[in-house]
T-cell receptor, first 109, second 113 residues
Framework: GQNIDQPTEMTATEGAIVQINCTYQ??????LFWYQQHAGEAPTFLSY??LDGLEEKGRFSSFLSRSKGYSYLLLKELQMKDSASYLC??????????WGAGTKLIIKP | IAGITQAPTSQILAAGRRMTLRCTQD?????MYWYRQDLGLGLRLIHY???????GKGEVPDGYSVSRANTDDFPLTLASAVPSQTSVYFC????????????FGEGSRLTVL
């Protein structure tokens, strides 16, 4: 079956770095996506990886290892506004997104 | 402002009633989707449309129907609502079905009593 696993909740300190891990099993693979969702709001796109390696975009970076079925989202210089849920999603061979349940990130001052 | 609009934002509905959630986008995206989001679960795909005039079933289609008469509109209908359909519903669109960068509407919170 298809499955996305990520931690339910993480806590980090303002100004620090946090890494949110995601493991995936999909029927075929057409990319790994990360979305941010603030409480009560819609998800918004953060990043896309289809090749192995690190993609950096400002304070956020995303890493992919296809051989390990593994990705992580790295958030640097954490700000209070980064408190949100982070959704990992894998795209299967039919171009359907398979979503994880999300990781709730709590930032403490 | 370009984007994707859902209505209503919130609704309380008696079980057995018919309900249509509206979704309109002005980005001329080909692909549109309806998801439901429940606490502790990932987004689950209800129905999708890769292009105007076509629709397909997602992971949890039972009790729901959709239509795609034109590019902009993708309404979701609950023919006879049941309490298990209490959820937050998100409509999303993307330029093409092989693109995973989805643009989401603000969501419709539906409570079925």
């Amino acid at each position: 079956g298809q499955n996305i696993d990520q931690p339910t909740e993480m806590t980090a300190t303002e100004g620090a770095i946090v890494q949110i891990n995601c493991t995936y099993q999909t029927s075929g693979f057409n990319g790994l996506f990360w979305y941010q969702q603030h409480a009560g709001e819609a998800p918004t796109f953060l990043s896309y990886n289809v090749l192995d390696g690190l993609e950096e975009k400002g304070r956020f970076s995303s890493f992919l290892s296809r051989s390990k079925g593994y990705s992580y989202l790295l958030l640097k210089e954490l700000q209070m506004k980064d408190s949100a849920s982070y959704l990992c999603a894998g795209m299967d061979s039919n171009y359907q997104l398979i979503w994880g349940a999300g990781t709730k990130l709590i930032i403490k001052p | 402002i370009a984007g994707i609009t859902q209505a209503p934002t919130s609704q309380i509905l008696a079980a057995g009633r018919r309900m249509t959630l509206r979704c309109t986008q002005d980005m001329r995206h080909n692909a549109m989707y309806w998801y439901r989001q429940d606490l502790g679960l990932g987004l689950r795909l209800i129905h999708y449309s890769n292009t105007a005039g076509t629709t397909g079933k997602g992971e949890v289609p039972d009790g729901y129907s959709v239509s795609r008469a034109n590019t902009d509109d993708f309404p979701l209908t609950l023919a006879s609502a049941v309490p298990s359909q209490t959820s937050v519903y998100f409509c999303a669109s993307t330029p093409d079905s092989d693109t995973g960068e989805l643009f989401f509407g603000e969501g419709s919170r539906l409570t079925v009593l």
